[in-house]
DNA sequence: AATAGTGTACTTGTATACAAGTTAGCAAAA
DNA sequence: TTTTGCTAACTTGTATACAAGTACACTATT
């Protein structure tokens, strides 16, 4: 069974733990959707008291994983459609973020991108699944936190971990396709930097689209 | 001072007035941005625990307002830029949403959005500044979740309680215009109805832009 | 006067206690 | 058999208690 990585929780209250580990499994389908969970057991199950369980269930109302309602909270999970949407959502924030950065100087954040490629090839090498998605996940926001967008990045925070949980889950299904999957995966990244490099909102746009309509595809084959 | 309507807080926690009544106080300003608060002296205030209170800093540092740190919480508050960022967000949530809109029947919707309309003018009549506000946001929520996009719809939720506080202050403002900036407004959602009449993407995306184009505009004259 | 050390008051994170409300099941009555 | 009413075990919301950590002022020392 999947756990969350422990370096992941450096410094984290019990509450951010709690919230990290229910995640992933709801996720991952551990807990499966429409199964009623409640504070107390929840509390039970990992030794604690109600009260960070309480935060941790707040955290997962708000990303939309569970709904609170008077008695318990019903898990919702994360259906196909869910992730389809997931990506909609991703795509939305990252293509505005993108079309942002195409008007700036922005030659820090492509040398800062090209470093985490080269890393991820090191973590391919390595075979460092969690390092791996890590990078992955590091990429995307390092573009969103570049666009210097207040909102946009309350947005992004509000799906953040969902995104890195399901890209915690997905890259340990590519790496098991193997190497020749892997490398078209950096190959993406590599677009996404020409892209920017470019500073056309119409290129950009493209490139961003044809990011997330394969990711998409990845996506579906990879779950089901 | 103005206060949160109270008709708006029935069933409401404790956590929820407090999180309102603070939401409301950051963004018209009482608070000030930069302020320090603690969980403590806003519980005295309150004249309760700080469990309600924990949660209600918790709900507005996941809206952006303050930030959480070690020792006390800081107000990050509205300033004219975030509120202009507030808008690109609304821009982008709902012309995501009008968009998706545009390729199925949206006859309830529209006969819906038609009676808010009218509701509207008899708020006016009625001289009812929170009822309109009210019927504005309801206007645009019901769009939203017409869309039927469950992460959209999340990203919505995540910004509404701050629009709709917003909107309170704002009409406040606006109804101290007088009936012609009222029922321009008014016909500016008539606007919207009829653009999504047309079910028409590229109509109704230049319906949408000209709607927050010119909300911003209002929004920087009413607030300076 | 400057600085190092220390104590105190404040902070959050977590545990626990209590109150009020909800649900489910069972028993008793029609 | 059905329905009504009650009980008992759950649920959340809130209050309170305690622990660990942080900031800041004050004091003693150099």
């Known amino acids: 069974m999947l756990h ?13 733990r709690i919230a990290s580990e229910l995640r992933l499994h709801v996720i991952d389908g551990t ?52 992730l389809d949407e997931l990506y909609d959502v991703r795509f ?23 470093q985490m490629i080269d890393k991820m090839e090191l973590a391919v090498k390595h075979e460092d699944m969690i390092a791996f998605s890590n990078l992955d996940f590091s990429f995307h926001e390092a573009i969103i ?13 509000s799906i953040r971990q969902i ?17 020749a999957k892997l490398s078209m995966v950096i190959d993406k990244h590599r677009k996404i930097v020409s892209g920017l490099e470019t500073k056309d909102v119409n290129v950009i746009r493209n490139v961003v689209q044809d990011y997330f309509a394969d990711s998409k595809v990845t996506l579906h084959s990879s779950l089901s």
């Open 4 to 16: 969350y990585p422990s370096e992941w929780l450096h410094g984290a209250s019990l509450g951010d």
């Open 31 to 82: 807990i499966k959707a429409g199964e009623v969970i409640s504070e107390n057991r929840v509390a039970a199950v990992f030794g604690t008291s109600r009260s960070p369980v309480r935060e941790a269930l707040k955290a997962l109302a708000n990303e939309g994983l569970i709904r609170l309602e008077r008695m318990g909270a019903v898990v919702l999970g994360l259906s196909d459609e869910d």
């Open 92 to 114: 939305l924030i990252e293509s505005f973020a993108q079309q942002r950065l195409a008007a700036v100087d922005n030659g820090k954040l492509l040398e800062k991108l090209r």
């Open 145 to 157: 936190i570049e666009a210097k967008h207040a909102r946009i990045q309350h947005l992004w925070k």
């Open 163 to 179: 995104v890195l949980t399901v890209m915690l889950i997905t890259t340990e299904e590519v790496f098991s396709q193997g190497a």
